[in-house]
């Protein structure tokens, strides 16, 4: 079994701070595009589409990150970590906010 991780080693962005910003960010993003009356599957076009694929991902990387898992595999940790994840919510919130 594994000991705590930790944070240090992964760099600055994997403070205490850092992760309870992405946390609430993720949630808040999630909020949005639960309960406001957007019908993002059938009236957008294509690329909105793909903008609501990438808001997807940045909430599930903002999560991860927020809760404080450290994927093992660097590829993993690449694509869920806050310099990932961070322009993702705020795309998100920017593209769903206009």
Same mark, same amino acid.
């Given at each position: 079994?594994?000991?705590?991780?930790? !944070? %240090?080693?992964?760099? @600055? +962005? *994997?403070? =205490?701070?850092? $992760?309870?910003?992405?946390?609430?960010?993720?949630?808040? +993003? #999630? =909020?949005?595009?639960?309960?406001? $009356? &957007?019908?993002?599957?059938? #009236? !957008? @076009?294509?690329?909105?589409? /793909?903008?609501?694929?990438? /808001?997807?991902?940045?909430?599930?990387?903002?999560?991860? &990150? =927020?809760?404080? !898992?450290?994927?093992?595999? %660097?590829?993993?940790? *690449?694509?869920?970590?806050? !310099?990932?994840?961070?322009?993702? +919510?705020? /795309? =998100?919130?920017?593209?769903?906010? #206009?």
């Amino acid at each position: 079994m594994a000991g705590p991780v930790n !944070y %240090k080693d992964y760099g @600055p +962005l *994997y403070a =205490g701070w850092a $992760r309870m910003l992405s946390l609430l960010v993720a949630l808040a +993003l #999630s =909020g949005m595009l639960m309960f406001t $009356r &957007h019908d993002a599957w059938v #009236s !957008y @076009p294509v690329l909105d589409r /793909t903008l609501l694929g990438l /808001t997807f991902w940045g909430i599930i990387a903002g999560y991860i &990150h =927020g809760v404080g !898992y450290v994927p093992v595999w %660097k590829i993993w940790r *690449y694509i869920f970590s806050p !310099y990932v994840a961070w322009p993702l +919510l705020l /795309t =998100g919130v920017l593209w769903w906010n #206009s």
